[in-house]
């Protein structure tokens, strides 16, 4: 088996893209002193500034480009090799007297004269969205942001704090308060800080910042399998991976006045995948010479041709598939609901890698990945076209066999010009501020043309379609094995035990749950590996096996030399808030926290915490739902376990996310949009699995990633995360008002059917999100439903924080019956109920008098007059409590403070 040479070629002109502002990093951190080969660089590779008066240089502009070629000579080691006689489409590597050198692509994106060169400063200008005229002005520019700091203290915006829903978007750059700390991807350093305690006026401590992290990066880089340097692609990926852990926080534009609130990362992917489908385009076309040198330098007639094509997948029915229920999906509901997730996600990794791998793209060609949805760069001709629809015609097929056409992915495409990603109508924003932007109008249509693919999935009116769909059930049914016992629908072909007989795919699914226990590694090749950890059912012709880190013992150093292996890839969760989420693989978030039985819990098994449970726990292995029922209740001082068994579904998403994406943002552009999904992304999908990790331990995570998420776990746990997920949401988004997320929490008693506890869930977030005229406490949205409650996060919040906490002390200090409790929730309905009948508004007095008999049978002493006073006391500390702060300012929302006491006091 050989790789192909044009995937080897396009991943050449990806990389040369992908680091064409390396020297920005460089530069910054002061890695060299050689003054001679930077002043020699200069000359090659910087603008030069006139003077207006008599037109002469006077300086050199950008001047990053001249520490571009002194940081490949120090990462140089570490990649593929660069010194190979065929080293198309280059000319050569380095050699900056050769026009065509790799070296002189990356580093001649402002002043670029041949072919590639121009290649890779049109994919620079495009994403950024600029036009001619504004490239020129930016490229004459001194450094200097509109915060006020210079390229060395400046540090990135977040685009979240800028995102405005309502008219007023104009909001001047030094408003704004928070900044992302200079470091290396983890949970903690996605947060924003404020800018007032962090940002400084010093270069050189600024310097010195960029130092460290350069000196990490270099560092990094050597986790690498070397094997895997003899496949560009394979190799790629994992740069990508390193580059963007050590790159998502160093702004990438911090001249021409801009807002330096994309970063270097995000902006060289883009332009990465721009450079490689804009290549593409000419080689496909037989176009590469001078004339399309002059072509494309031109930018006027080159600019307005549909160069690229745009291609959105998209993952439909996940619910019905991760939630497809037979006789035997609740007893083994955690391990599946685990396998089934996962499986999700890596069926939309391998269909994007299906479509990557068809048109000979290199990973960095991706642009956008997150919750089952995908976005690819690549070149608009009719060969594209044609290997997409034979594409989409396998994944069709893969999803009519197993599963029914219960779920699949859907493409669609979209033509673009370079024309169709500015930013403005104008050469500016404000000289046709009425016009939506050409890259507004551009997104519009991508959003069009996904709603149209969703509703013609599957070819199914045809004759070949309608018996495709049954096509490998009646040839693989065996019927003394009979339907699968986990999904109920497919041919069980696999025994799972004595008695349960599954389908090959519930099998794999099933065994993920397992694996994912035991692996942080997953290898995604064209051949079988040969390894029992691997899934029986290829994924779209791709083996998938779970392994450990095997490859340093170059096991498999031969089959990546071979380009049989296409993708390795790391999954495990971060092992500290700050630690750098890289290990030397390409990177996937798509592994999420799953509760796994430790001693402790083994000896809270023998104190007989768990009731009603007939699997008993096994260390290493993850809890069963049954288990994780029981993980709020509590042992009092007398030895008893104290508190309800009982199961929280946690389902919800963000907000008005459509609207965020098309119109959130004043100034938007190619990268920014790719830089929102990431970050939105990294919130579910980097943070969230932390956040369970370190504290909300018995978790249990069915999916989270893009804008929405879905957690079960023990019901008083699952309330409590609800609410600090919000709180970190805020911080994460840097207080903004106009992005938030909704979310809905179902508790039950275990044992219900899992798909019912999706639907309430799912019922539950409807409810959050829902538009009551009659409600005008509250706009839609923003808002969670609890116990069948819908309220404000504020309230909410109150509610856990401010009157669960008094009810508590209340009930301990008066010694309040559970009786007395349950009545307050008659009272509760009386007050919901006061316009609908007059003698309800008598729910006051009910509780004066009910609360004055509650306390007579109480002793207060010997003194009578004290006892009173005592009484009368309590009494109107209990209508402050109860009834005012309570039932009268929170009505029905009160029953989540009641429920919440209540279920914890029960035996």
């Known amino acids: 088996m050989t790789i192909s040479p044009l995937l080897e070629q396009s991943s050449r002109i990806a990389l040369a893209a992908f680091l064409h502002d390396l020297g920005k990093f460089a530069e910054r951190a002061r890695i060299s002193n050689d003054q001679t080969t930077i002043d020699a660089n200069k000359q090659l590779y910087c603008p030069q500034k006139k003077k207006f008066t008599d037109d002469k240089y006077v300086r050199f502009t950008h001047v990053h480009a001249a520490y571009t070629g002194l940081a490949m000579d120090i990462i140089e080691e570490h990649m593929p090799d660069l010194t190979s006689e065929d080293f198309a489409p280059f000319g050569s590597w380095k050699t900056r007297e050769a026009d ?30 600029f036009d001619r005229e504004e490239f020129e002005q930016y490229n004459s520019a001194d450094e200097g942001t509109a915060t006020g700091k210079n390229h060395y203290t400046a540090r990135q915006l977040t685009l979240f704090e800028q995102i405005r829903l309502g008219e007023d978007k104009n909001q001047p750059p030094q408003k704004y308060a928070y900044r992302y700390p200079l470091k290396p991807l983890s949970p903690d350093s996605v947060f924003p800080v404020l800018a007032s305690q962090y940002e400084t006026h010093s270069d050189k401590q600024a310097q010195d910042e960029y130092l460290n992290l350069w000196q990490a990066f270099v560092k990094a880089l050597q986790k690498m399998p070397k094997s895997h340097r003899y496949n560009w692609s394979l190799w790629l990926d994992h740069f990508e991976t390193v580059w963007g852990v050590y790159t998502q926080a160093i702004p990438s534009a911090t001249a021409f006045n801009v807002r330096p609130d994309v970063s270097l990362y ?51 029915g996940i619910q019905d598939f991760i939630f497809a229920s037979g006789g035997e999906t609740n007893k083994r509901a955690a391990k599946l609901l685990r396998g089934r997730s996962f499986y999700v996600s890596l069926l939309s990794e391998c269909a994007a890698l299906k479509v990557l791998d068809a048109l000979d793209l290199p990973s960095t060609g991706q642009v956008i990945n997150a919750a089952g949805k995908f976005m690819i760069v690549a070149a608009n001709t009719e060969q594209t076209k044609a290997k997409l629809q034979q594409v989409q015609q396998e994944l069709d097929q893969w999803f009519l066999e197993h599963s029914f056409g219960q779920a699949g992915v859907g493409l669609a495409w979209t033509e673009a010009t370079c ?43 045809t004759k070949e379609g309608e018996s495709a769909v049954f096509k490998s059930f009646l040839d693989s049914f065996d019927k003394d094995k009979g339907v699968c016992k986990i999904d109920g629908r497919s041919p069980a072909t696999e025994q799972l035990d004595a008695e349960t007989f599954i389908s090959k795919l519930a099998w794999d699914q099933y065994k993920i749950g397992e694996w994912l226990t035991r692996f942080k590694r997953i290898l995604i090749s064209r051949e079988s590996l040969g390894i029992t950890t691997a899934l029986k059912i290829s994924i779209f012709g791709y083996h998938v096996s779970f392994v450990e880190n095997e490859d340093e013992r170059g096991r498999f150093g031969e089959v990546a030399k071979s380009g049989s292996l296409l993708r390795a890839w790391d999954f495990s969760l971060p092992e500290s808030g700050t630690a750098a989420l890289w290990n030397g693989y390409a990177r996937r978030n798509i592994n999420a926290y799953v509760p796994i039985a430790t001693e402790t819990d083994k000896l809270e098994e023998q104190w007989e915490k768990y009731i009603g449970i007939d699997e008993t726990l096994e260390v290493g292995a993850a809890k069963t739902l049954n288990h994780l029922a029981c993980g709020d209740r509590l042992q009092t001082a007398k030895g008893k376990w104290q508190g309800i068994s009982a199961l929280s579904a946690l389902k919800g998403d963000v907000d008005n996310l459509g ?53 079960i776990g023990p019901w008083f746990k699952q309330i409590r995360l609800a609410e600090r997920m919000r709180q970190a949401f805020e911080t994460y988004v840097a207080g903004n008002s106009d992005i938030h997320f909704s979310a809905g929490i179902s ?67 008066n010694d309040l019956s559970t009786g007395y409790v349950y ?85």
């Open 419 to 461: 024309n169709d990603f500015r930013r403005h109508v104008g050469a500016t924003p404000s000289s046709r501020p009425d016009e939506r932007s050409p890259y507004r109008l551009l997104i519009d249509k991508l959003f069009e043309q996904m709603e149209i693919k969703k509703y013609q999935r599957f070819d199914l009116c």
């Open 747 to 813: 508790t039950t008693k275990p044992g219900l059917p899992i798909g019912q506890l999706a639907d309430l869930a799912e019922e539950g977030l409807e409810q959050a999100k829902a538009y009551n005229p009659s409600d005008e406490k509250f706009a839609p949205k923003n808002a969670v439903s609890c116990f069948n409650q819908r309220m404000s996060w504020l309230n909410f919040e109150a509610l856990l924080n401010q009157r669960l906490p008094e009810l508590q002390r209340l009930t301990e200090k």
């Open 266 to 316: 995000d902006h060289s992917r883009v332009t990465a995948a721009l450079a490689t489908a804009l290549w593409r385009y000419h080689y496909d076309n037989n176009d590469t010479g001078e004339t399309a040198r002059k072509h494309i330098s031109v930018q006027t007639e080159s600019w307005t041709i549909p160069k690229f094509l745009l291609i959105q997948g998209d993952f439909f």
């Open 100 to 129: 065509d050198s790799f070296i002189n692509a990356a580093a001649m994106h402002h002043k670029p004269e041949t072919f590639l060169q121009w290649i890779i400063a049109t994919a620079d200008r495009v994403a950024s969205g």
């Open 659 to 711: 609207m965020i994406f098309q119109s959130g943002l004043d100034d938007i552009s190619f990268s920014k949009t790719a830089a929102l999904s990431r970050q939105l992304n990294n919130f579910f999908a980097v943070y969230l699995p932390w956040l369970c990790q370190s504290e909300f331990k018995n978790s249990y995570t069915v999916f989270a990633g893009g804008d929405d998420f879905f957690l």
């Open 823 to 907: 009545g307050l929730l008659n009272l509760i309905d009386m007050k919901e109920k006061e316009t609908e009948r007059p003698e309800n508004a008598l729910w006051h007095s009910y509780f004066a008098y009910r609360t004055a008999r509650m306390l007579d049978k109480q002793k207060f002493g010997e003194d009578k007059q004290k006892a009173r006073e005592e009484r009368s006391r309590r009494h109107a500390e209990l209508a402050c409590e109860i009834a005012d702060a309570g039932i009268q300012r929170h009505q029905g929302n009160y029953r989540v403070a009641l429920f919440c006491h209540l279920y914890q006091q029960r035996d």
